[in-house]
Each structure stands twice: as structure tokens, then as C-alpha cells.
């Protein structure tokens, strides 16, 4: 079956730290795909990433990094030199389109940017 | 500008009152779902729908109904809500041209309060 865990409920770290989001997922499928959304305190859902099973290769985009290991059905985020404004919900997504259109959300990271 | 909206994005009702909460997109997709926030719960997801008349269960679909009689519209209806479904919805829709799951673009969500 579908699953998607976030471990890290809530995270606390000063500016200017990097930081690393953990997301591990359950599939039964060989075709999947795999997101991360930014819940900031104005609650807006803000997407920031999609990546598919077959490519595996790591994306930067500016600060934040993602790390896809299917060897170990994980898909971490970092964000590099954090900043106040990167405080937000983080959440991890995964879908699997060969088995059911379902989208499946994990509970989130709430992270705390502390000036 | 390209957009989901919402309405309301506020409601408090009571219990077995019928209310409907609309949800439309002006960007021709074909993917639309409903989801609810809840906390420590993250996102779950209520129906989904690839198109016109077509909708599906997601994980949480009781007290709940939906329909899709044109593209750009999914409403979420509550027959005879319960205070078990104050909850924070989103709608959201995304587009399933070159396959499935693409981004999800999602509305500025509606704060349910059954008391």
C-alpha cells in the first residue's frame, strides 16, 4: 500500500543552518512520482518539486536540494544557509498513476527558522 | 491570472445542516481533489476526479459527496455534516497532459467549523 512518512513532526534550527527534511515511502509499483509542497504560515500550499521513479538524479534549485534514493525509498529535502522566511509545513507526497489516481500526503514537518 | 478558487473560505454551520463548498479552476484541467487538514494528520485525501463525471474515492470519503458535471467545477458536499468534519478543505486541480500527476495547483482553503 501507499505511504509516505515524514519522522521529523517539528524542527528547530538557527538561520543561516542547513537543514535536511526526511520523507520515506511505501510502493508496491515500479512507476510513481514524488513531491514536496511548502505550507507557509499564511496557508497557502506551495509546490516545489516533482520527481518520477525513473530519474533518480539529485535537482538544486538555489537552496534547496533533494536527495532521491530509491535504494532506500527516500526523498529527503535540504534547504542550504536557511533563512526566517523558509519557516513553513513541509510535506511529502507520493502517487502511483499505473495503480489508482489517489495522492497520498505525509503528515508534515513543521520547521522553525529562528533569527 | 491562473487560479483555484474557494467558497467559503470561512463557515461555521451546524450539525446536520446540508452546505455545499464550491471549488472551481480556470486553467482547463482535468485532475481536481479535495483534501482536508487536520493537525498531526497532515493532508488526506476526500474524492478525487480525472474529468467530467468522472470522480473516485480517495482515503477519507464518508460524509462526503462530490460531482463534476463541468471541467472547471468540483464541489464538495455535506449532506448532514458532523463535528467530526471541522477541518481546514483544499481543492485542488492539475493538469494530466504528458501523464498523470503533474504539479497540483491548490486553492486558498475553507475553514469548517461544525458545531
Known amino acids: 500500500a501507499q505511504k509516505v512518512t515524514q519522522a521529523q513532526t517539528e524542527i528547530s534550527v538557527v538561520e543561516k543552518e542547513d537543514v535536511t527534511l526526511d520523507c520515506v515511502y511505501e510502493?508496491?509499483?515500479?512507476?510513481?512520482?514524488l513531491f514536496w509542497y511548502k505550507q507557509p504560515p499564511s496557508g497557502e500550499l506551495v509546490f516545489l518539486i516533482r520527481?518520477?521513479?525513473?530519474?533518480?538524479q539529485n535537482e538544486i534549485s538555489g537552496r534547496y536540494s533533494w536527495n532521491f534514493q530509491k535504494s532506500t525509498s527516500s526523498f529527503n529535502f535540504t534547504i542550504t544557509a536557511s533563512q526566517v522566511v523558509d519557516s513553513a509545513v513541509y510535506f511529502c507526497?507520493?502517487?502511483?498513476?499505473?495503480?489508482?489516481?489517489?495522492?497520498?500526503f505525509g503528515k508534515g514537518t513543521r520547521l522553525h527558522i529562528l533569527p | 491570472e491562473a487560479q483555484v478558487t474557494q467558497n467559503p473560505r470561512y463557515l461555521i454551520t451546524v450539525t446536520g445542516k446540508k452546505l455545499t463548498v464550491t471549488c472551481s479552476q480556470n486553467?482547463?484541467?482535468?485532475?481536481m481533489s479535495w483534501y482536508r487538514q487536520d493537525p498531526g494528520l497532515g493532508l488526506r485525501q476526500i474524492y478525487y476526479s480525472m474529468n467530467v463525471e468522472v470522480t473516485d474515492k480517495g482515503d477519507v470519503p464518508e460524509g462526503y459527496k462530490v460531482s463534476r458535471k463541468e471541467k472547471r467545477n468540483f464541489p464538495l458536499i455535506l449532506e448532514s455534516p458532523s463535528p467530526n468534519q471541522t477541518s481546514l478543505y483544499f481543492c485542488?486541480?492539475?493538469?494530466?497532459?504528458?501523464?498523470?500527476?503533474?504539479?497540483?495547483?491548490f486553492g486558498p482553503g475553507t475553514r469548517l467549523t461544525v458545531l
Open positions: 520527481r518520477n521513479s525513473f530519474d533518480e
Open positions: 507526497a507520493l502517487s502511483e498513476p499505473d495503480r489508482d489516481d489517489k495522492i497520498i
Open positions: 486553467m482547463n484541467h482535468e485532475y
Open positions: 510502493t508496491r509499483d515500479t512507476t510513481y512520482y
Open positions: 485542488a486541480s492539475s493538469s494530466t497532459s504528458g501523464g498523470l500527476n503533474n504539479e497540483q495547483f
